[in-house]
């Protein structure tokens, strides 16, 4: 019996096929060298020395050039350097976002829902008679119009208050979102690169913010000796230091950040391997590296509390496993009564994700 016989076949690429897959490890490895162009570009001709990225057709250079006229590089020709654009920028956060949270719809209102009815962003199934003082645009037509015609026929048409229907709406809440990074020489300590995924997971969730739930409000703040804000499109570049966990600075900057937010739904986001070293007192820094010191913990405990009183809750993902740090953990989120992710780096992001959208059942009534 002769059957199909299938032939293999190479396709040969174009100059445009053959740029995405060295963009994606361009962006990756920008990720890893904090920005740097120049680095990330010798680690890209080192992996091309070493497993054959490019060849004849389309080497090195010829992608070099489509990123400066796609607009991903500016080349400073006094100085000789590269410097990256906003367009990378925001090129590295969608990357992450697709990377940590799968393919998610933009969408241009807020999406965090309640369980009442209300005037709100998103159409619902219920339908209810206009009552006075009902917006227009929530007015369904559809309804109305076949209302009119059951009461007042076809022949002459007209429309009363009393035919109008209503289609109720979700009420989207608004919240407002600190995400506290370590950036401690922990975070890079024993081999284990933490800072990179936590990272990722900042990028990934500030576009994530940015395209799907734009009312609501995303901040960054960064942890060693002392915290600082950040800005979102400096994420990338973030790089863990010779730093102690003054996870109390975070913490005051944090609520700080949230006292000025007028919307009633806030919560913070620690991610860090778990333990405070570290406590500014005036101009001098206390520190300790050994173990926990009860100075410092007592103080992230009080600030805890003060967060539980003022209702922000504080979700911790802990990237370490010791056992004392976790004791730590539980006792801090026990004070805060709020939520302790013990995640795995290759897990960090899912968890993150979860619980950033179990925050959307908050009401506002």
Request: hydrophobic share 35%.
């Amino acid at each position: 019996m002769i059957g199909f016989r299938f032939i293999r076949y190479e396709q040969q690429q174009n100059g445009k096929s053959r740029f995405e897959p060295l963009l994606n490890l361009f962006l990756e490895l920008l990720t890893y060298t904090g920005g740097d162009v120049a680095e990330a570009l010798h680690w890209m001709n080192e992996l091309d020395k070493n497993y054959m990225l490019t060849d004849d057709e389309y080497g090195m250079g010829d992608f070099i050039e489509d990123l400066k006229q796609k607009g991903y590089i500016t080349e400073e020709e006094r100085k000789g350097s590269f410097t990256v654009t906003a367009k990378t920028k925001q090129s590295i956060r969608k990357k992450s976002l697709e990377e940590i949270f799968g393919k998610l719809k933009k969408s241009k209102s807020g999406n965090h829902s309640t369980f009442r009815p209300g005037t709100g962003d998103e159409l619902n199934s219920n339908i209810r008679p206009y009552q006075f003082g009902d917006a227009p645009e929530q007015i369904d037509f559809t309804e109305s119009i076949r209302n009119a015609q059951i009461h007042h026929g076809i022949d002459q048409f007209m429309i009363h208050e009393d035919d109008l229907t209503i289609r109720e709406t979700d009420y989207k809440t608004q919240t407002s979102t600190v995400l506290m990074i370590d950036i401690s020489h922990s975070m890079i300590l024993y081999g284990e690169d933490r800072i990179t995924p936590a990272k990722k997971v900042a990028m990934a969730l500030s576009e994530l913010i940015i395209t799907r739930y734009p009312k609501d409000t995303l901040d960054i703040v960064v942890f060693g000796d002392e915290a600082r804000l950040v800005e979102i499109k400096d994420i990338p570049w973030l790089q863990a230091g010779p730093y102690h966990t003054n996870t109390v600075a975070g913490l005051e900057l944090a609520m700080d950040i949230l006292r000025r937010r007028k919307n009633p739904n806030k919560q913070i986001f620690i991610i860090t391997d778990g333990k405070p070293t570290c406590l500014k007192t005036g101009n001098k820094y206390y520190k300790n590296s050994f173990g926990l010191d009860r100075k410092i913990i007592n103080r992230c405990l009080h600030l805890a509390a003060q967060c539980r009183k003022l209702k922000i809750p504080i979700t911790t993902f802990m990237v370490a496993t010791d056992p004392y740090l976790r004791r730590f953990v539980h006792e801090f989120t026990e004070m805060n009564q709020g939520k302790a992710f013990y995640a795995s780096l290759d897990k960090l992001g899912a968890y993150l994700f979860e619980d950033f959208q179990s925050g959307k059942r908050k009401t506002l009534f």
